[in-house]
C-alpha cells in the first residue's frame, strides 16, 4: 500500500534529518514506528504526508507517487498529529462536516460513523461546542474523530496516546484493531513500547535518522542479534550504540 525508497529529507538540504529511509505498510497491518525523542519519526511522517519535500528518494501509495499526484496521495491519507490542530472558528460538528466534504463520504455512511464515534468517544453532547475551549484529550479526541470518520487506506497516527484517558486510549486502540481487520493500514508513531508490541504487526525502529532494525519481533531479534528479546530490550540495545542491520 504505502512504500517509502531510500528517502533522504529533513528541512534543510545541507543538514539532513532522516537518511535513507525506507518502509513499507501493507493492507490488513499496523506498523509501529518507534526512536527516542529527534530520531525523526515525525519528519518521516511529514514527508509521507507531503509536508515536506525528500532530497531524494521516493514516496509511493498503491503504485502512484507522491510527487506526481500530492493532492490523489493526500485523499487517500489521514492523519492524526502530536498536537491537535483545530480550526478556531468552527464547531466540532462543522470539523466533522468539513471532513465529509474533503473525504467526499456519503452521506448515511457519515451519519452512521460520525454517531457511533461520537458515543464512543463521549463527545455527543459537545457538538456545537467550538474545540479551542475545550481540553487537550478533548481536542485529542476531535482529530481522531476526524480521521476514522474519513477512514481511507491508509491512516497516519504520531504519538496519539499522550493526554488521552485510559477509556479513550483502549477506544482508540480497538478502532486501529476494527481498521486493521478492515483492510486499512496504520503506521503508528508511538514511545510506548509494550502497547507497540501488543499491538503492531511490524515496526521500523529509527535511530538519530536511520532505519536501525526493521520487521516483526522475531526478525529483529535476528537483525540485533539478541534472540528472545522485548521490542523495549532491543530498543535500549540500539539507542547505546549496539549494531543495527
Ligand atoms: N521544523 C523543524 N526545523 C528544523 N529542524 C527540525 C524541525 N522539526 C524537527 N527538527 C529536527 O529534526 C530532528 C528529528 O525531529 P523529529 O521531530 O522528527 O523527531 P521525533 O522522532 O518525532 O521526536 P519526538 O519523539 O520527540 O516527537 C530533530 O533533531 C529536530 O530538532
Known sequence: MLEVRNITGGYAPETPVIRD??????????????????AGKSTILKHVLGLLEPFTGEIMLEGGSLSADPLKFRSRISYIPEQPRLYEE?????????????YRLEESVFAERTKRL???????????????TFSKGMQQKVMILCAFVA?????????????????????LLDLLIEMKREGHGILLSTHILATAERYCDR????????????????EMQAQSGLAGATLEEMFNHVVSGGSSR
Open 118 to 132: 461520537l458515543d464512543v468517544f463521549r463527545l455527543t453532547d459537545k457538538v456545537n461546542e467550538f474545540p479551542n
Open 90 to 102: 468552527l464547531t466540532l460538528w462543522e470539523h466533522l462536516e468539513l471532513t465529509k466534504l474533503v
Open 151 to 171: 477512514a481511507p487506506d491508509l491512516l497516519i497516527v504520531d504519538e496519539p496516546f499522550v493526554g488521552l484517558d485510559p477509556l479513550a486510549i483502549q477506544s
Open 203 to 218: 515496526f521500523v525502529m529509527v535511530n538519530a535518522g536511520q532505519v536501525a532494525l526493521h520487521g516483526t519481533v522475531d
Open 21 to 38: 529511509v525506507s518502509l513499507h505498510v501493507d493492507a490488513h497491518e499496523i506498523v509501529g514506528l518507534i526512536g527516542m525523542n529527534g
